[in-house]
């Protein structure tokens, strides 16, 4: 098993930065890929970025690109997004989640196996 608590989360105004943190614990070393999804009220689930849980290029959805980074502390076995120049659309339930493989689209929520309680993000304008 492989539990994630996200945290981080909380109120801020457009144009500023918040550092979200995924933990995980459990079976860690069956990880192959982590990714950050949201969903706002009356949306679906959207992918925002992904990184290997060893490696490898991260990967962010366009809406994103340019103002959030994922990155991961091996130590802590802690992967963060980090978001700037935030919007109002920004304004959703932020997920971690880990994927067992790498087959599927990294993109793609079903693709993943566990998955975080969410953390609420609200950009004010």
């Known amino acids: 098993q492989v539990q994630l608590v996200e945290s981080g989360g909380g109120l801020v105004q457009a144009g500023g930065s918040l550092r979200l943190s995924c933990a995980a614990s459990?079976?860690?070393?069956?990880?192959?890929?982590m990714g950050w999804f949201r969903q706002a009220p009356g949306k679906e689930r959207e992918f925002v970025a992904t990184?290997?849980?060893?490696?490898?290029?991260?990967y962010y959805a366009d809406s994103v690109k340019g103002r959030f980074t994922i990155s991961r502390d091996n130590a802590k076995n802690t992967v963060y997004l980090q978001m700037s120049s935030l919007k109002r659309e920004d304004t959703a339930v932020y997920y971690c989640?880990?994927?067992?493989?790498?087959?599927?689209?990294?993109?793609?929520?079903?693709?993943?196996?566990?998955w975080g309680q969410g953390t609420q993000v609200t950009v004010s304008s």
């Open positions: 989640a880990a994927a067992l493989s790498s087959y599927g689209s990294s993109t793609n929520w079903f693709g993943y196996s566990y």
């Open positions: 459990g079976r860690t070393f069956s990880i192959n890929r």
């Open positions: 990184s290997g849980w060893s490696g490898g290029m991260p």
